[in-house]
C-alpha cells in the first residue's frame, strides 16, 4: 500500500517536473528559433505557481467548478495508467491493471469532463472552442488508433507491458521493425498534444482564447498543470510503444526529450491548420498511409 | 388498481425468465409442431426485455390511465416473449407479427405522428416480416423442417439466398443504411416514453434476429464463402455494413436540431457497432457484441426517460428552444450526464468495456480498415454526445418554459435513477457481466467464453483492465484535489449574472445568440468528408434510383419498338443464343 | 532629483518610481515573498490598444525587444490577464470596455497607463470625447510618460512594476475597492446612463451610488 503510494507521487511529481522544464525548454527553443533570448526554462512553472495563487477565482456554478477537477483527475489518472519504467517495480502506477485502448481513452476522459464545465460557463467562444477540438479529435483519434493498433497486432497483444517487453535492444524497437506504424501515429500524436500546425483550439487569438475563455485564476492553474502532465504521460507512452520503453528515468528522459523535441521542431517550422483543414489533412495524409501500410503488412501474404 | 395490473404484466419478462424450465412442444397440425425453449441467448435478451419492460412501463403510469395502451403494450410484451422463446421459424415469425402490428398500433396513438411516419413505420416493418417469411419458406422448401438449426450440405448459392433474405429482414428492423429511413422518423414522433421502448429493446429483437443466422450453418457465417484474414467474408461484407451505417448515422446525428432525432440516429450508429462486431463472429466480438447491447438498452432507456421528462416538464425537443436546466433538473442532468458517458464509452462505465472487447475482436481479426472506420464514427460520437448535454443543460436558457421548468414527477426519476445505480455499477464490475450474462450465452452457442479472473475485471489474451481500479483512482484523485483546491489560499466568487462573461469587452444582453445549442456541428460541413454526406439525403438516393429505374426502363422500352421485324429480330437472336448456350454447356 | 550621470530623459522618472518603491514591504512572510515573486515573474499582459500607443505595444513581443524574457506575455481574455495596459488617450465610448475588461480580470490585478494622454491627456487636453486622467476612473500602479514613450520605455514600465510586485506592494485593485464610490461616480459622470453592469463588481454593496 506505501509502496503504491510512493510510486504514486513519484509519478506524478515526475509528470510535473518534466512537464514544465519540456514546455519551459519549448519557450527557449521557440525563442532562439525566432533570434530571441525567450524566458527562463522554468517560466512555465512560475506561471504555474502565479495562476495557483491568485487572490481571487470566478466560477460560474458548481459545474464550472467541477470541470478542471475532472480533467486534473483524468490527467492524473492517465500519468499513473502508463508504466514509466521497464523491468522495475518503480514508476509503474495502475498499469498493470490498465491496457493501451484504456490510456487512449482516458487521455480523452478529462477535456469532454472540462467541456461541461466551458458549456455551463454559458460562454459561446467556449462552447466554439470545445466544439473544434471535438471536430479535432474526430480527426486525429482515426489514424493515431490505427498506428496503435498495427503494433497490437504485431505483438498480439494490447499492453504496453508486453509490447515493451517485446523490444529488448535497439533493433528490437517497434521504430525499426514497425516503422510504417510509428509515421501514421506520429502527426496525430503531435496534435493531441496540441502541437502548432493543429494548435487552433486553445491558441490564444482564435476564437478567443476557446475553450479556456472563462477560466481564470486557480481553476487556470489547474488547467495549466494538468497539461503538463498529460504531455509527459503521451510522450511516456509513445516511448514504451515504439522506443522500447526505458530501464532508467535518465533513459526515459532521453527518449521523451527526443521526441518531444521533433514535436517542437516540426511546430516552429509549420504555420496553423483551420480546424477542417486539420481534419481533412488526418484523413488524407496519415490515414492513407495507414490504409497502405494495413494493405502492406497484414493483407498480403508475406506479413 | 388497473395500473397496478399493468405494471405487473411489465413484470412478466422477468417472471418468464425467472421461472421457465424444460422446453414445450405443441403440436399444431399434421407434422408441424411448435417449440419453446429459453436458449442461453434468448434469455440474455430475455434478461434485456426484463429489465427494460417495466422501467418503460412505469412513467406510463403518469395521469390519467390509458387503457388502449396498456392492452397493447401487454400484447408487445407477449409477442417479445414468444419470439425469443421460439425454438422454431413459426412460432418466431409470429412473435414478429404481434410485435410490428402491437408497435404500430401504440405508435399510431401519438399526438404528433403523421401519415409519412405511420406508413414507414409499416410499409418497412412489413417488408422485413415479408423477407422473412420468404426466408423460413425457403428454408422450408430445402429442409422440409422449420427448427432454427444447423443445416448440413447447403449448396453455397443456396446459402446466401438464405443470408441475405434473414440479413435484409433483420437490418431493417436494426436500422441498417439505407433501410433506417423509418427510424428517425417513428422514435421521433412514437410517444415520447415509448421511443424508449422502441430503441432499447425492440431494436434488440434484429440483433437477436441476426444472431441467430450464424446458427442455421454448422460452422457460422465462414461456411459461407470460406474466410477472409481471420474472419468470415461474409461477415465482413456484414461488419462494413454496420459501419457504414454507424458513421452515417452518426454525422447525421450531428446535424440534428431536435433531441429525440439525435438520439434516433444515434440509435442506428449504436446499433451498427453490434453488426459490426457481430460480422467478426469471434468469441471476443461476439461477447462486444452482447456487452455493447446490454450497455445500448441501459443507456438508450436511461436518455430517452429522461428526454421524455425534459419534454414533459418544458414542452420544447429542440435545443435551441432550451439550455441551462442543470440547476433547475439536476437529476435529470445527471441522467443525461451518465448516459452519454456510457453513449461515448468512455473508461470508468460499461461502454468502454463493449467498445475494448469490439476492438479487440477486430484486432483479432485483423481487419484493421473496418477498426479504423469504427474508431471515427465512435470519435465522431463525442460531438452529438456534447450537443445533448449542452443544448437542454448548459449554455442559457432560451425559452421562458425553460427558465422556469421544474424537475420531472418521480415516475420518470426512479428509472432514471436505477438505470443510473446499474451503468456505474457495471463500470466498476464489468467482469461480473461477462461471467453472469455473457459467458453463457458464449458456451450456448458453442463458443470459448471470455472469462473474468474477478468481477472487477475484464480480461482478454490481449489484456485487460480493472474497473475498480479505474474508477478508484480517478475518484480518489478528483476528492483529493477539490479537497485541496478548497484548502488552497484565494477568494471563490460566483458570477451573479450569467451575463457576466469574457465577450471582448461587451456587455451581452438577453438579445445577444449566447446558446450554441443549434449551431454546434454545423461548421463540421466544411470538412469535405462530412460535408458530402450531410448533403446526401437518403430519400434523395431512393429517389434518384428511381430516376435511374426509369430512365433504364425507357431505355430498355424504345428497343420495343414499333416495328415487328425488331421483335422477329430479337426472338430469333434470343433463341439462337439459348442454343448455343445450351449446346455449349452440353445441357 | 535629476542627474545626468545617472539617467536620461524617462529613466530618471522610472527610477524615482523605483526609488520610492524600495523600502515597503519588508514585514512579508517567506510564502508571501515567494508568490510575490512568482507573480512579479510571470505578468499576463491584456493590451488594450485604445490609441496611437498600441503601435509601440505590439514590438515588445517581437523578437527585437523580446518582452518574454521578461515573463511577459499576452493573454487573449482579461480572466486570464495580469495586467492591463491602456495604451494612450481613451475614447469615453472606449471607457466602458475598458472598465468592464478591468473588472473582469482577477486580483491581482495591475494597470499599467502608457503615454502622457493616460496621465493628463496629452495632445488630446481639450478634447470632447476623451478622458484626460485615467486615474479617475482606474487604479493605476505604473505610467510611462511620452509622446509616444518607445517600447523600451514601455519595458522599463513593466520592470517597474515587477519591481513594485515584488515588494509585496498591495496592487491598485485594493485602491479600486475602497475608493469604489469615487471611482463609480467619476465613471457615471462621463459615462452618464452608459455604465457597465454592475455585477462585474459584485463584491461591492454600498447601496445604489453606481
Given at each position: 500500500m506505501l509502496h503504491y503510494f510512493i510510486d504514486a507521487f513519484a509519478m506524478i511529481g515526475m509528470s510535473y517536473f518534466m512537464g514544465f522544464l519540456f514546455y519551459g525548454f519549448y519557450r527557449q527553443f521557440n525563442a532562439r528559433v525566432q533570434r530571441r533570448w525567450g524566458p527562463s526554462i522554468f517560466q512555465n512553472f512560475f506561471d504555474n505557481m502565479k495562476f495557483l495563487f491568485k487572490t481571487e477565482t470566478i466560477i460560474h456554478g458548481p459545474m464550472f467548478f467541477f470541470g478542471p477537477m475532472i480533467i486534473f483527475a483524468g490527467a492524473v489518472t492517465t500519468v499513473l495508467f502508463?508504466?514509466?519504467?521497464?523491468?522495475?517495480?518503480?514508476?509503474?502506477?495502475?498499469?498493470?491493471?490498465?491496457n493501451m485502448i484504456l490510456i487512449v481513452y482516458l487521455l480523452v476522459v478529462g477535456p469532454l469532463g472540462n467541456a461541461l464545465a466551458v458549456g455551463s460557463s454559458g460562454n459561446p467562444f467556449g462552447v466554439m472552442g470545445v466544439t473544434r477540438g471535438l471536430t479535432r479529435l474526430m480527426g486525429l483519434e482515426v489514424p493515431f488508433l490505427l498506428g496503435l493498433a498495427l503494433v497490437m497486432v504485431q505483438h498480439?497483444?494490447?499492453s504496453v507491458h508486453a509490447i515493451m517487453a517485446a523490444q529488448p535492444d535497439f533493433a528490437h524497437w517497434n521504430l525499426v521493425t514497425n516503422p510504417l506504424a510509428f509515421l501514421v501515429m506520429i502527426l496525430p500524436f503531435m496534435a493531441s498534444q496540441h502541437a502548432?500546425?493543429?494548435?487552433?483550439?486553445?491558441?490564444?487569438?482564435e476564437v478567443y482564447a476557446?475553450?479556456?475563455?472563462?477560466f481564470s485564476g486557480r481553476l487556470l492553474g489547474i488547467l495549466m498543470t494538468q497539461n503538463m502532465m498529460m504531455t509527459v504521460a503521451k510522450l511516456v507512452l509513445i516511448a514504451d510503444l515504439f522506443?522500447?520503453?526505458?530501464?532508467?528515468i535518465w533513459e526515459l528522459i532521453a527518449k521523451t526529450f527526443a521526441l518531444f523535441l521533433l514535436t517542437a521542431a516540426i511546430s516552429t517550422s509549420f504555420p496553423r491548420l483551420r480546424t477542417e483543414q486539420t481534419v481533412d489533412f488526418f484523413w488524407k495524409i496519415p490515414l492513407g498511409l495507414g490504409v497502405i501500410s494495413v494493405i502492406a503488412t497484414i493483407w498480403f501474404p508475406w506479413s | 388498481m388497473l395500473k397496478l395490473l399493468f405494471l405487473s404484466l411489465a413484470l412478466t419478462p422477468a417472471a418468464t425468465l425467472f421461472t421457465w424450465n424444460g422446453a414445450v412442444a405443441w403440436p399444431?397440425?399434421?407434422?408441424i409442431t411448435l417449440l419453446f425453449d429459453l436458449t442461453p441467448l434468448a434469455a440474455f435478451f430475455m434478461a434485456l426485455l426484463a429489465i427494460g419492460a417495466p422501467f418503460v412501463a412505469l412513467p406510463m403510469?403518469?395521469?390519467?390511465?390509458?387503457e388502449p395502451t396498456y392492452a397493447l403494450y401487454a400484447v408487445l410484451l407477449l409477442g417479445m416473449q414468444l419470439l425469443l422463446l421460439a425454438g422454431d421459424f413459426i412460432g418466431f415469425f409470429i412473435g414478429w407479427e404481434m410485435m410490428t402490428w402491437s408497435s404500430y398500433l401504440l405508435l399510431l396513438r401519438?399526438?404528433?405522428?403523421d401519415l409519412e411516419g405511420a406508413q414507414s413505420y409499416i410499409l418497412f416493418n412489413l417488408a422485413s416480416a415479408f423477407l422473412l417469411l420468404a426466408g423460413m419458406l425457403f428454408l422450408y422448401s430445402i429442409t422440409d423442417d422449420f427448427r432454427i438449426q444447423a443445416i448440413d450440405g447447403l449448396l453455397t448459392p443456396d446459402k446466401w439466398a438464405l443470408f441475405t433474405l434473414f440479413g435484409l429482414a433483420f437490418l431493417i428492423k436494426v436500422g441498417a443504411l439505407p433501410l433506417h429511413l423509418w427510424v428517425p422518423r417513428s422514435y421521433d414522433q412514437a410517444p415520447d416514453v415509448f421511443s424508449a421502448f422502441l430503441s432499447a429493446l425492440m431494436s434488440k429483437m434484429g440483433i437477436y434476429g441476426l444472431m441467430l443466422l450464424?446458427?442455421?450453418?454448422p460452422d457460422g457465417l465462414s461456411e459461407i464463402s470460406g474466410r477472409f484474414l481471420n474472419g468470415p467474408v461474409a461477415g465482413y461484407v456484414l461488419a462494413w455494413i454496420g459501419v457504414i451505417t454507424s458513421i452515417i448515422a452518426t454525422f447525421k446525428a450531428i446535424a440534428q436540431e431536435d433531441m429525440k432525432r439525435l438520439l434516433a440516429y444515434s440509435s442506428i450508429a449504436q446499433v451498427g457497432y453490434i453488426v459490426t462486431a457481430l460480422g467478426v463472429g469471434s468469441s471476443l466480438a461476439i461477447g462486444g457484441a452482447l456487452f455493447q447491447a446490454l450497455v445500448h438498452t441501459l443507456v438508450k432507456l436511461l436518455l430517452f426517460i429522461t428526454i421524455a421528462g425534459i419534454i414533459l416538464q418544458t414542452g420544447h425537443r429542440r435545443f435551441t428552444d432550451l439550455g441551462q436546466l442543470i440547476s433547475r433538473m439536476p437529476i435529470s442532468f445527471f441522467g443525461v450526464l451518465i448516459g452519454i458517458i456510457g453513449l461515448a464509452g468512455m473508461?470508468?462505465?460499461p461502454g468502454f468495456a463493449a467498445k475494448y472487447l469490439m476492438y479487440i475482436g477486430l484486432i483479432d481479426a485483423h481487419w484493421l480498415l473496418l477498426l479504423a472506420a469504427l474508431i471515427l464514427s465512435s470519435t465522431a460520437s463525442f460531438v452529438y454526445c456534447y450537443k445533448l448535454i449542452y443544448g437542454?443543460?448548459?449554455?442559457?436558457?432560451?425559452s421562458p418554459e425553460a427558465k422556469i421548468a421544474t424537475e420531472a414527477p418521480w415516475h420518470y426519476l426512479v428509472p432514471q435513477i436505477l438505470l443510473m445505480g446499474m451503468l456505474v455499477a457495471l463500470g466498476i464490475f464489468p467482469g461480473w457481466a461477462i461471467e453472469v450474462l455473457i459467458d453463457p450465452v458464449l458456451i450456448g452457442l458453442g463458443m470459448t467464453p471470455i472469462g473474468a479472473?474477478?468481477?472487477s475485471v475484464l480480461a482478454t489474451s490481449y489484456g485487460g483492465y480493472d474497473g475498480i481500479a479505474v474508477m478508484g483512482v480517478f475518484a480518489t484523485i478528483f476528492v483529493l484535489i477539490t479537497a485541496l483546491f478548497f484548502l488552497g489560499r484565494g477568494r471563490m466568487h460566483r458570477?451573479?449574472?450569467?451575463?457576466?462573461?469574457?465577450f471582448c469587452g461587451e456587455v451581452p444582453t438577453?438579445?445577444?445568440?449566447?446558446?450554441y445549442g443549434a449551431g454546434m456541428?454545423?461548421?463540421?460541413?466544411?470538412?469535405p468528408l462530412i460535408g458530402w454526406i450531410l448533403r446526401h439525403t437518403t430519400i434523395n438516393f431512393y429517389s434518384g434510383l428511381m430516376h435511374q429505374t426509369q430512365a433504364t426502363a425507357g431505355m430498355i422500352g424504345?428497343?420495343?419498338?414499333?416495328?415487328?421485324q425488331v421483335w422477329i429480330l430479337f426472338a430469333v437472336l434470343i433463341f439462337a443464343l439459348t442454343l448455343t448456350v445450351q449446346m455449349l454447356t452440353g445441357a | 532629483m535629476y542627474h545626468h550621470d545617472h539617467c536620461e530623459g524617462f529613466q530618471c522618472e522610472q527610477q524615482q518610481l523605483e526609488a520610492t518603491l524600495a523600502?515597503?514591504?519588508?514585514?512579508?512572510g517567506a510564502l508571501d515573498r515567494l508568490i510575490a515573486w512568482f507573480r512579479q515573474r510571470s505578468l499576463f499582459v491584456l493590451?488594450?490598444?485604445?490609441?496611437?500607443?498600441a503601435i509601440e505595444m505590439?514590438?515588445?513581443?517581437?523578437?527585437?525587444?523580446?518582452?518574454e524574457r521578461f515573463g511577459i506575455i499576452g493573454a487573449a481574455t482579461p480572466r486570464q490577464a495580469d495586467v492591463l495596459v491602456i495604451s494612450g488617450y481613451l475614447a469615453i465610448k472606449t471607457l466602458k470596455r475598458v472598465i468592464r475588461s478591468y473588472e473582469q480580470m482577477q486580483e491581482p490585478k495591475y494597470v499599467i497607463g502608457l503615454g502622457s494622454c493616460t496621465i493628463n491627456?496629452?495632445?488630446?487636453?481639450?478634447?470632447?470625447?476623451?478622458?484626460?486622467?485615467l486615474d479617475h476612473y482606474l487604479p493605476v500602479d505604473m505610467y510611462v510618460n511620452?509622446?509616444?514613450?518607445?517600447p523600451e520605455a514601455l519595458i522599463e514600465g513593466f520592470v517597474a512594476l515587477q519591481k513594485q510586485i515584488a515588494n509585496g506592494a498591495p496592487s491598485g485593485a485594493m485602491r479600486y475597492r475602497e475608493n469604489i464610490d469615487w471611482y463609480k461616480a467619476n465613471q457615471r459622470r462621463v459615462l452618464g446612463d452608459n455604465m457597465p453592469p454592475d455585477y462585474t463588481y459584485d463584491w461591492y454593496h454600498a447601496g445604489d451610488v453606481a
Open positions: 502508463v508504466p514509466y519504467l521497464k523491468d522495475s517495480i518503480w514508476l509503474q502506477g495502475f498499469s498493470q491493471s490498465g498480439e497483444t494490447a502548432s500546425p493543429f494548435d487552433v483550439v486553445g491558441a490564444p487569438v476557446g475553450p479556456r475563455v472563462e522506443l522500447g520503453g526505458a530501464t532508467t | 399444431l397440425f399434421d407434422g403510469l403518469r395521469g390519467k390511465s390509458d401519438s399526438p404528433r405522428i450464424p446458427l442455421l450453418f473508461p470508468p462505465l437542454p443543460f448548459l449554455g442559457h436558457a432560451n479472473p474477478a468481477w458570477a451573479t449574472s450569467s451575463y457576466d462573461l469574457s438577453a438579445a445577444t445568440p449566447l446558446h456541428g454545423r461548421e463540421l460541413r466544411r470538412v424504345t428497343l420495343y419498338g414499333s416495328n415487328p | 523600502h515597503s514591504g519588508g514585514e512579508l493590451a488594450y490598444g485604445t490609441g496611437c500607443g505590439r514590438p515588445l513581443m517581437t523578437s527585437r525587444f523580446d518582452a491627456g496629452g495632445m488630446y487636453w481639450d478634447s470632447y470625447n476623451t478622458i484626460k486622467q511620452g509622446c509616444m514613450p518607445r
